[in-house]
């Protein structure tokens, strides 16, 4: 039997990406997954899928997927999408709120 949740971790397979480098090349400076770049191994992530709540599971798929739509300019026609994409996920991510 595997270690890992595999629906879990096919659901959550496109933050491995974000979680082993900045796609956009140049990271936000509050870009929550910085603390993941250290490591190298795959297998160490995929357990970090497995370790973490569905809640911040999803906050940070939802950061990544805004994260990407800002940068690229895919799908972000004005601010208030901008705003509407990202206040909750700041929110989420800030501890000082």
Not at 16 to 28: E, L, Q, Y
Not at 37 to 43: A, M, Q, V, Y
């Amino acid at each position: 039997m595997s270690k890992y949740n595999a629906g879990r971790v096919k659901k959550y397979a496109s933050l491995i990406v974000p979680m082993s480098f900045c796609a956009i090349g140049v990271p936000n400076t509050n870009c929550p997954f910085k603390r993941f770049w250290g490591e190298k191994l795959i297998d160490k992530k995929v357990e970090l899928i497995n370790q973490f709540s569905v809640d911040e599971l999803n906050s940070l798929k939802a950061y990544h997927e805004c994260c990407i739509r800002i940068n690229t300019n895919i799908g972000v026609t004005n601010l208030e999408q901008v705003y509407k994409c990202t206040i909750p996920i700041l929110i989420f991510f800030n501890p000082c709120l």
